[in-house]
């Protein structure tokens, strides 16, 4: 399997803060890279597929950008809605999550 | 309205199997690929298995190939998944979810509520 290393695990922010989570591929995964917000007891929702497509209905402070090995999520102004936990996933070869980034009230 | 109703799940002792079950309903199943993903709890996800749209293609976890199958029924819209071999780390509950296109293993845009699995002695 394609092993999916984020980063950081834990994010600690504030309201109207940029925040950026990073995902690493062991091997290049080209663009087949998803950003899913889960929720406790609740789907994850997926934000963003193809590294950088928005899903429609996802709000524009979202953006995915990256390729090869290197990816990276940035919420552009956080808001009381964004505290989740992120998951990346590579479906390139198969699929793999990575272990997900919980982004919590600072 | 997409619906993804599972069912199957138990408790089963090491070595044992079960199958999930997936009912799929408020969309042309037939064009969709299908995929299973588990979360165990307090844990993160963990992508199992998928099938395309029209069962020529799938796709399984290192963790779980060679012990667990996937399969579809396109005119019962119903999605499936044997597990032979159980141990006690693939204890979670399954979620079905339907995927972007009709690949194996793209990304799901919607899922079930999950079956729970438990294996333990």
């Known amino acids: 399997d394609i092993q999916m290393t984020q980063s950081p695990s834990t994010l600690s922010a504030s309201v109207g803060d940029r925040v950026t989570i990073t995902c690493r591929a062991s091997q290049s995964v080209g663009s087949w890279l998803a950003w899913y917000q889960q929720k406790p007891g609740k789907a994850p929702n997926l934000l963003i597929h193809k590294a950088s497509s928005l899903e429609s209905g996802v709000p524009s402070r979202f953006s995915g950008s990256g390729s090869g090995t290197e990816f990276a999520l940035t919420i552009s102004s956080l808001q009381p809605d964004d505290f989740a936990t992120y998951y990346c996933q590579q479906y390139h070869h198969y699929s793999t999550f990575g272990q997900g980034t919980k982004v919590e009230i600072k | ?97 339907r995927t972007i296109g009709g690949g194996a293993t793209t990304p799901f845009d919607y899922w079930g509520q999950g079956t729970l699995v438990t294996v333990s002695s």
């Open chain 2, 1 to 97: 309205e997409v619906q993804l109703v599972e069912s199957g799940g138990g408790v089963v002792r090491p070595g044992g199997s079960l199958r999930l079950s997936c009912a799929a309903s408020g969309f042309a199943f037939h064009d969709y690929g299908m995929t299973w993903v588990r979360q165990a709890p307090g844990k993160g996800l963990e992508w199992v298995s998928g099938i395309s749209w029209d069962g020529g293609s799938t796709g399984y976890a290192d963790s779980v190939k060679g012990r667990f199958t996937i399969s579809r029924d396109n005119a019962k819209n119903a999605l499936y998944l044997q597990m032979n071999s159980l141990r006690a780390e693939d204890t979670a509950l399954y979620h079905c979810g």
